[in-house]
């Protein structure tokens, strides 16, 4: 009848759709058109704590569209891309975008994590045009990876000098109690430090007069402007883990607090050696900081005629991903 032929037409017309969607889907989750990923966590020995960074291993073969998209699809503050080490093994070449701010310094110690065993020591290379304030070239980073499968990369050196700020002032600004700033300031005065970045220090008595809300942002902006740095360190030497030389919290110039931020590590440490505040130094210090933001973070940072910082990488994920369509033609 002609009501069973409709049918039979029907479902010969569904099954032709379903075996054009099947044969699509296959060669879209071809393994050409996917690359593997990895998410990590650096400056932590635990996974989900530290500051989160992206590493696609093998992406030489990505445009600068494709890897925009991924890093929005990973989500981390900093992602890297691995294009080459075949030419030499402690010669890597890659590539890193920053969602905050344009160093790279944590996606080169995710890439080191990767391609490092203990004991060995490579140079990274990157195509980026980005220079320090000191002329380096941030595309050129050496890595060590130490025997206890820590990282670290070498750092300009930040200059150092000591500055005088109104406690009573400054405490208002950042709703703290003047005798949070002024009983230790007694023994050791503020101080600033110019490298990439440029960082106004302020040593608090206790880790209580850190902790959350007491913080304002307002008053952290209002501070860069006036001594006219890219941000501020709040730091005690009254720490939650034994081994740890102080805890730190680091904001930018909005006020907008950082997370395991190695600038201002290398600046804190350059300021506390200028300052004679630690009998380790020229040595090795350990910072915790990043825990009132919810990712707890411990960096070493090693001062001597060089700096370095560096810590603990744990991976918390490894996939693959769908390699981005690279239209750039497209009008919008």
Known sequence: ????????????????????????????????DTVTVQLT?????????????????EAACLTEAQQQTIVRELGGIET?????????????RWDWVDTENERGDAAALAVAAHALEPGEQAVLYSETESESDTGSELGS????????????????????????????AVATQLSLPAEAL????????????????????????????LRTPGIQSTGISKLCQQ?????????????????????????????????????AAVGCAAYLRMAEAVDSLPGTITIEASHFAGTPSHLTVT?????????QVVTTLQGTIVVPSDDNDEII
């Open 227 to 263: 001594y006219e740095t890219d941000g501020c360190c709040l730091f005690t030497f009254d720490t939650i883990a034994a081994h740890s030389t102080l805890h730190a919290r680091w904001f930018d110039a909005e006020g907008t607090e950082l997370v395991a931020a190695p600038v």
């Open 182 to 209: 002024s009983e230790v300031g007694r023994s050791l005065s503020p101080g600033v430090t110019q490298a990439e970045k440029s960082f106004l220090h302020i040593p608090v008595v206790f880790l209580d007069s």
């Open 1 to 32: 009848s002609e009501s069973e032929s409709e049918g039979v037409e029907s479902g010969q017309t569904k099954n032709r759709l379903r075996r054009d969607i099947s044969a699509k889907m296959s060669d879209f989750t071809s393994i050409d």
């Open 80 to 92: 890297a891309f691995i294009t080459s080490n075949e030419s030499s093994p402690d010669q890597i």
């Open 41 to 57: 966590d650096v400056f932590s020995r635990e996974p989900h704590n530290g500051l989160t960074v992206g590493v696609v291993p």
């Open 141 to 168: 980073r050496r890595i060590n990876c130490n025997a206890d499968s820590s990282l670290s990369v070498q750092m300009d050196t930040p200059e150092a000098s000591f500055t005088e700020i109104d406690y009573a």
């Open 303 to 311: 001062v001597g005629d060089s700096m370095a910082v560096g810590g």
